[in-house]
């Protein structure tokens, strides 16, 4: 552009972003400056342009500058990109040199994140400083007027990365096209495992029920559902029923997994997905994926992040033989080091809008905007899908997905990518924020860590962190009425909250109302086993638990039912919960006949699946409402006065007040007798699902208007891993909004654990800032 406009002068990347300096006519500076703000290239975002007067020079032409490190970081890395039109009509084409290259790529497109060292973003700084590009790539990369100019990870036949295939014991399996050959054996039957972007997929002919049956026993992985790649949008709409938004979402540069409606006899192995009526369909984002698919037998492949049930995916060649060797029948290695691991992104379409699931590939490490300035720290999230945060200014980095901390490869991915990103962005965390729970991994990693540094650690309550990252998402900085819906947190009490009511602000929350508690038999093993729950909350509803009915239903004998009696009677091993998650298991237990649980959150995600076709308008299950005052009990469903608004004391953000609330239990024993009755009449799962869902919806509306009459607070927040459930978030949404509430809902940041961190940086932060100005507040205020 600085050509075109007749300018000279220099451009430059350094850690504070983009310099350039440039003279010439009045008038072509004012057009090149017009054009820099419209004329954006696909992958590029401007977030501000600053102007400064210099005095010219005289110097002529425009050049490219060395990048300088100097200061604190402002620029990121970009995420990776998936192979842009361009490219891959080169790929196709045999004339261009670069004609079934497996990794070109061009400034519109590329790996970015998953082969950087730290910034700025420049070859040496990436795993392609040891390819010395060759005359023609140098050319290209040379030539501001080429697609690949400074493109770093530019490469070609001659002088960038290979493939090679090799056997699972190591020997190479010798071919001229490695592409071909790992086909032939896709379609034959066997498990490839396949070096991508950020890790390794380990990759099977989807329709074929034996193969993806052989790929599930040899991963350890018996129910989770699998993510299948198809050629183009096209293949995708043979799959699944996609909304226009859904196929939007398909073709982003970030070409994440999304999580869309199946379509039946689509020729997938129905082991792909069991049990429930979505599909995770993506497209090809790196060439060599569009290789495979350039052949026209190959049509779906299933492509699952390679790894044992739930250990970080694989990245390194010697990595993938070791832990792999014996789920793979082939490997299909490149000489082109992932330096940082990244599993493929999730999105679905939640009430009309796309919402990030798993956030990784193609996301990060975007930063996400926070509400307000924040000191550098850090803040390290829950317990199982983790992902910390580094803040610092009004930006929040968010980790890729981690997986769960719980073995050893889970927590050195953790510490790699804290020490990556730290250095990466020059964050040099101030004080370090965790869950209040003491026993988490996550929290006692989080201890040690600022220990060494004698950094304070700042504790926040769970649902708290889920309710203040979906406020910050919408730039709220309260107070809002928060609906934490959830599977399990640790709560003030000590008890397993999960169920809850907040009147929430970023540095302090009020507990107005949560589910009522029911025992959790045998603790950690009801979450595996939801049968236990469902004789938790029939217990609790005072039903008689040795019928001949119930045991039939939940798969059990009255010796085993005598047994669990005994734990939640002599409070044995049975702690008490207010979990919305465990209740979606109970009823998915009683209605489904779901005794165990391969995944998390399975029994919930079946309950939703089955009632998919069901109307949205059905009559929901009753809940009863009870506050300390036995006298204001309502039952919710039946006719009768609403709570009265007069035992609430009011609420004025005053942190003195904190705990204060008497606690309005939401009792689901009337849902119990209800749906038992419906059972027994023989009313089909799904009617009984869609009830159960309109019943949670109707009891969290019905509360967030009791906390209005309370607070005055029109503002609702909806946050919790239960978010994740479609038709939940859409209920509570259309019933929130005809009682007139604004309702705010998760985008960028997942309304479950994977969110967690984003939320507990908010929090974190708003209260060491308190603690540094406690004559700021106001402890009147509102009141
Ligand atoms: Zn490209
Ligand atoms: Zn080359
Ligand atoms: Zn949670």
Request: aromatic share 6%; charged share 20%.
């Amino acid at each position: 552009m600085a050509a075109e406009e007749n300018l000279a002068g220099s451009i430059g990347n350094d850690t504070g972003g983009v310099a350039i300096e440039i003279e010439g006519s009045p008038a072509h500076l004012e057009a090149f400056l017009a054009r820099l703000r419209a004329e954006t290239p696909p992958l590029a975002r401007i977030d501000s342009v600053r102007v400064h007067d210099l005095q010219p020079t005289g110097e002529t032409g425009f050049r490219i500058v060395a990048s300088e490190v100097k200061g604190q970081v402002a620029t990121g890395i970009p995420a990776d990109a998936a192979t842009c039109v361009d490219c891959l009509r080169e790929l196709l084409d045999p004339r261009d040199r670069r004609y079934r290259y497996p990794f070109l790529n061009c400034t519109n497109c590329g790996p970015r994140f998953t082969i950087t060292r730290r910034i700025p973003y420049d070859r040496p700084q990436t795993s392609m400083a040891q390819f010395t590009m060759c005359p023609a790539c140098q050319a290209e990369y040379d030539d501001p007027l080429n697609r690949r100019f400074h493109a770093q990870p530019n490469a070609c036949w001659q002088c960038g990365p290979q493939l090679s295939l090799e056997a699972p014991d190591g020997s190479p399996i010798l071919t001229v096209d490695p592409v071909e050959t790992v086909i032939d054996r896709l379609l034959a039957g066997q498990i490839v495992a396949i070096k991508g972007i950020g890790g390794f997929h380990l990759s099977v002919d989807a329709s074929s029920p034996s193969t993806v049956q052989r790929l599930r026993q040899r991963k350890h992985r018996y129910g989770k559902p699998l993510a299948v790649m198809v050629r183009d949008l096209e293949a995708a709409r043979a799959l699944c029923d996609l909304t226009t938004e859904e196929e939007a979402l398909l073709q982003t540069p970030a070409r994440p997994i999304v999580l869309a409606r199946t379509r039946t006899a689509n020729g997938i192995a129905p082991e792909v997905t069991p049990g429930i009526p979505w599909l995770g369909v993506f497209l090809p984002y790196a060439p060599l994926q569009h290789l495979l698919f350039a052949d026209p037998r190959v049509k779906a492949l299933v492509m699952t992040s390679a790894n044992l049930s739930e250990e970080p995916i694989a990245i390194d060649n010697e990595e993938a033989r070791q832990r792999l060797g014996a789920i793979a029948d082939a490997f299909l290695f490149h000489d082109r080091e992932i330096l940082q691991r990244c599993d493929d992104s999730v999105v679905a379409l939640v009430d009309g809008a796309p919402q990030i699931i798993r956030r990784a590939r193609g996301f990060v490490p975007l930063g996400i905007e926070l509400p307000f300035e924040v000191p550098p720290l850090l803040a390290v999230g829950g317990h199982l899908k983790s992902v910390f945060t580094l803040a610092r200014g009004r930006h929040a980095y968010q980790s890729q997905h981690l997986g769960d901390l719980e073995n050893l490869t889970g927590l050195e991915f953790f510490e790699d990518s804290l020490a990556h990103l730290m250095y990466t962005f020059e964050i040099e965390p101030e004080s370090v924020v965790r869950d209040m729970h003491p026993g988490y991994l996550s929290s006692t990693w989080a201890d040690k860590w600022a220990e060494e540094r004698k950094l304070p650690v700042i504790e926040v309550q769970h649902h708290h962190a889920h309710i203040a990252a979906c406020m910050a998402e919408h730039g709220l900085d309260g107070p809002a009425i928060g609906l934490s819906l959830d599977g399990t947190g640790y709560g003030t009490d000590g008890r397993i909250w999960g169920g809850e009511v907040l009147i929430a602000r970023p540095d302090s929350f009020d507990r107005f109302a949560h589910l009522a508690y029911v025992p959790m038999p045998g603790g950690e093993a009801a979450i595996r086993e939801p049968w236990r729950m469902a004789l938790g909350h029939l217990h609790a509803a005072g039903i008689a638990l040795d019928n001949p009915f119930i045991c039939e239903a939940l798969g059990t004998d009255t010796k085993e039912i005598a047994v669990l009696q005994k734990m939640t009677t002599r409070d044995l091993n049975a702690p008490l919960t207010s979990s919305c998650g465990r209740l979606f298991d109970a009823v998915a237990a009683l209605v489904l006949r779901r005794r165990e649980v391969d995944y998390e959150a399975q029994a919930a995600i079946e309950l939703e699946g089955i009632c998919i076709d069901e109307p949205d308008d059905i009559a929901g299950y009753s809940f009863q409402f009870e506050s300390a005052a036995p006298a204001s009990s309502t039952k919710l469903g039946a006719p009768g006065p609403g709570f009265p608004a007069t035992g609430l004391r009011r609420w004025g953000g005053d942190p003195s007040l904190l705990g204060t609330w008497e606690g309005i239990e939401i009792d689901s024993a009337p849902l119990w007798h209800e749906c038992l009755a419906d059972l027994r009449v023989g009313q089909p799962p799904a009617r009984i699902a869609a009830r159960f869902h309109a019943g949670i919806a109707n009891a969290f509306v019905h509360a967030a208007k009791q906390a209005r009459t309370g607070t005055g607070i029109r503002q609702v927040a909806l946050s919790g891993g239960c978010l994740h459930n479609r038709r939940l978030a859409r209920l509570l949404r259309a019933g929130l909004e005809e009682e007139g509430f604004a309702v705010f809902q998760h985008r960028n940041v997942s309304p479950g654990d994977g969110g967690l961190s984003y939320g507990q940086a908010v929090v974190g932060a708003a209260i060491a800032k308190k603690q540094r100005r406690p004559e700021s507040i106001n402890r009147n205020a509102g009141e």
